[in-house]
């Protein structure tokens, strides 16, 4: 019997002050399965805005919207700092306990530059791998 993970609202940045802002990709299937995991380990240090909300300026106004593509980005609440992709993975295992067991992984000396490679490994395929159909072309990243 299979069973079907319940989707988890997910905090919305300006119902939740304080809370360090989650920016993924809302239109792809693999992000959307990760982030609601996310939101599962959360203990309320996190809210979510997807990158195609026309609020997304005001979070990172100095990011491209190629750049956001990308790769997940988390800004901290007081917008003094900004994590993307594995840079992202690694702050987020300090802040969640659910994560401490990527912290040694990621805390390796000199072991970032290949963190950084394979999440952009990932993330370039992540529509294939969401199991879009992307014979017509649809899986690939603007």
Not at 12 to 24: E, F, L, Q, S
Not at 34 to 54: C, I, N, T
Not at 105 to 120: G, K, Q
């Amino acid at each position: 019997m299979n069973q079907v993970k319940s989707q988890v609202e997910l905090p919305d940045p300006d119902r939740k002050v304080g809370a360090d802002v989650v920016i993924w990709d809302g239109q792809c299937n693999f992000c959307r399965a990760q982030v609601q995991r996310l939101a599962r380990w959360d203990s309320g240090k996190l809210s979510y805005l997807s990158l195609h909300d026309p609020r997304i300026s005001t979070y990172c106004p100095d990011l491209t919207q190629e750049q956001l593509l990308e790769q997940m980005w988390v800004v901290k609440a007081d917008r003094s700092a900004k994590y993307g992709g594995a840079d992202a993975a690694k702050y987020l295992s300090k802040q969640l306990p659910k994560l401490f067991w990527l912290f040694p992984l990621l805390h390796i000396p000199l072991s970032m530059p290949l963190w950084r490679w394979i999440y952009r490994q990932v993330a370039k395929r992540r529509y294939r791998i969401s199991g879009r159909d992307c014979d017509s072309g649809t899986c690939r990243i603007p």
